[in-house]
């Protein structure tokens, strides 16, 4: 299953309320933290680096904030989880701990390799305003027993 980080999690939710206001109008990061009841800590350092990178730009002041750099269509997911993140995608087999225990005997390391290569090349292909403006009710999928 896909895991998403609540620092991921905080960056998509601004990017998303950003892109429904009007070009040019400036959202800060306490905006973001009312309107959603997230912490602000976190909040405020996700808007500086995504500031930091060139997705948001900042304007200072009492009257400041940020404003959206590029539209929705321009930033994959994956770009937002490599800014936020600070990362690159791992190998399934592999994460902050290291390599699995069992890689050297397991015998799906070459598939679980093909569907992680194949979901990261998704990822990588789907913008944000294809993941976070289509606003539909997600279909309920049907558990066979």
Do not use: W
């Amino acid at each position: 299953m896909l895991r998403i980080t609540k620092k991921v999690e905080y960056a998509l939710m601004a990017l998303k309320f950003m892109a429904k206001k009007s070009d040019g109008a400036l959202t800060s990061a306490r905006e973001i933290c009312e309107e959603f009841h997230i912490p602000f800590d976190t909040t405020a350092k996700v808007l500086q680096t995504m500031n930091n990178q060139g997705l948001l730009t900042s304007v200072k002041g009492l009257k400041g904030g940020y404003v959206l750099e590029k539209k929705l269509e321009e930033i994959s997911y994956m770009d937002v989880v490599k800014i936020v993140e600070g990362v690159e995608a791992d190998s399934f087999c592999q994460n902050h701990k290291g390599i699995c225990d069992l890689y050297k005997s397991c015998n799906i390391v070459s598939p679980i390799d093909n569907l992680n290569r194949k979901v990261q090349d998704y990822l990588s292909q789907l913008n944000l305003g294809e993941l976070l403006m289509n606003d539909s009710a997600p279909e309920v999928m049907e558990v066979h027993k």
